[in-house]
């Protein structure tokens, strides 16, 4: 995803484009849930998985943790 797909994102992802963003297919990306080692928050919603979009872009350090506002990594 380039930097503009990043700050057009929802609230909350689906488990397969969360996965995509940290570079992880589906399966993987649901085994790291059912186990509990998925790195941000788990939104379980009856049979819905949603990841909060905010904690992963933290987690990729491409959103500043004081003002919420996204950050350019200075390598793009």
Same mark, same amino acid.
């Given at each position: 995803?380039?930097?503009? #797909?990043?700050? *057009?994102?929802?609230?909350? %992802?689906?488990?397969?484009?969360?996965?995509?963003?940290?570079? /992880?297919? $589906?399966?993987?990306?649901?085994?790291?849930?059912?186990?509990? #080692?998925?790195? *941000?928050?788990?939104?379980? %919603?009856?049979?819905?998985?949603?990841?909060?979009?905010?904690? /992963?872009? $933290?987690?990729?350090?491409?959103?500043?943790?004081?003002?919420?506002?996204?950050?350019?990594?200075?390598?793009?």
């Amino acid at each position: 995803m380039n930097r503009h #797909q990043l700050s *057009t994102l929802p609230p909350t %992802l689906d488990v397969r484009t969360a996965g995509s963003i940290l570079g /992880l297919g $589906r399966t993987a990306s649901y085994e790291l849930i059912r186990c509990g #080692q998925w790195p *941000t928050p788990v939104l379980r %919603l009856g049979h819905c998985i949603r990841i909060p979009t905010v904690p /992963l872009l $933290r987690l990729l350090e491409l959103e500043d943790h004081t003002t919420g506002v996204e950050r350019v990594p200075q390598h793009a």
